[in-house]
């Protein structure tokens, strides 16, 4: 919506020149900072579609209960994009990047403490429940924060954005078709969310550094 109006009075760059145009984006401190949180966003999307379903439901429960447990996911992620949507006008986007990062952390330690049962089959439902609202989060936040971010220079940011959370997904793929176990990918996804916290807060930090200094300048 309103990309046509934004991109009025733009030069379009050709394929060359964007390919050139996003590795020399990568050189912006701001964009080296915020790789790790586009790289989890894929992660936890590709996460959840291979090894969640398989592991966790499949597995567990039937192939049969996937489809439900992904309306549930889908439900819940697009009803959380449209209330965060209004919520970050009334807190702000750093507490909302927190949640994100708190649901995440704790659906995974659910994961590596629960052992599904017959009886316990809610759980699934309300994981894939928590994992759509914090997917709600990272698809629409990170997204508006690379437009803020990078108001200028858009093609190369989004190029970026795209580029690093493909490669997320691709690493959680490519460990499924591995037949890496699913213990060593949930501790692998809490090192991974808690560095590109690090690398978000540091990113938060220096905006509003900047932001001091030209007020006062």
């Given at each position: 919506f309103g990309e046509d109006e934004r991109k009025e009075g733009q030069e379009k760059l050709t394929g060359k020149q964007l390919l050139v145009a996003t590795f020399r984006h990568m050189k912006k401190k701001n964009q080296i900072l915020i790789i790790p949180l586009t790289f989890w966003s894929g992660i936890e999307q590709g996460f959840f579609g291979a090894d969640f379903t398989a592991g966790f439901v499949t597995c567990a429960y039937g192939v049969h209960v996937v489809g439900r447990v992904l309306i549930v996911f889908g439900v819940c992620d697009a009803l959380a994009s449209v209330g965060f949507g209004f919520i970050i006008?009334?807190?702000?986007?750093?507490?909302?990047?927190?949640?994100?990062?708190?649901?995440?952390?704790?659906?995974?330690?659910?994961?590596?403490?629960?052992?599904?049962?017959?009886?316990?089959?809610?759980?699934?439902?309300?994981?894939?429940?928590?994992?759509?609202?914090?997917d709600a989060i990272w698809q629409t936040q990170i997204n508006a924060l690379y437009g803020v971010l990078f108001a200028s220079d858009e093609e190369a940011a989004f190029s970026n954005y795209r580029l690093w959370e493909s490669m997320g997904f691709l690493l959680?793929?490519?460990?499924?078709?591995?037949?890496?176990?699913?213990?060593?990918?949930?501790?692998?996804?809490?090192?991974?969310?808690?560095?590109?916290?690090?690398?978000?807060?540091?990113?938060?930090?220096?905006?509003?550094?900047?932001?001091?200094?030209?007020?006062?300048?």
């Open positions: 006008k009334l807190v702000g986007r750093v507490p909302i990047f927190i949640l994100g990062a708190c649901i995440n952390l704790a659906v995974i330690i659910v994961m590596l403490t629960w052992t599904p049962t017959a009886s316990s089959v809610a759980v699934v439902y309300v994981l894939a429940a928590l994992w759509g609202i914090g959680a793929f490519i460990t499924q078709a591995s037949g890496v176990c699913v213990l060593p990918k949930l501790i692998l996804a809490i090192f991974l969310l808690a560095f590109a916290m690090v690398g978000y807060l540091l990113l938060e930090l220096m905006e509003r550094k900047e932001a001091r200094s030209s007020h006062t300048n």
